[in-house]
């Protein structure tokens, strides 16, 4: 049996103090701070968070320090209410749907 490996190269740096992936439970009442520790910069130079008790933070939304908030889509809110507001909506809209 032949068994190939494949190398694959990614750059991981620090983040600094203050970035959080984010996890609202389901009804958005309350939400998990996940502490970025570090960016992992794929070939394409994307950067994808590595979060302390988070697996696969990439699929999280981040805080930043500033208090923005932005999604894996690269939508970006000014603050958490406005992200947190935008899901309640949205699962709103998909209640009155049936």
Request: glycine letters at 8%; one cysteine or more; a negative charge.
């Amino acid at each position: 049996m032949s068994s190939e490996f494949v190398t694959l190269t990614c750059h991981v740096v620090s983040a600094q103090p203050g970035h959080y992936a984010l996890v609202a439970d389901g009804d958005f009442s309350q939400i998990d701070h996940h502490p970025v520790v570090a960016w992992q910069i794929d070939s394409d130079g994307v950067a994808e968070p590595i979060a302390y008790g988070l697996h696969n933070a990439s699929k999280h939304p981040v805080l930043f320090p500033n208090g923005q908030v932005l999604d894996q889509g690269n939508k970006l809110w000014p603050s958490v209410f406005e992200w947190l507001a935008d899901l309640r909506a949205k699962r709103d809209a998909r209640k009155s749907k049936g």
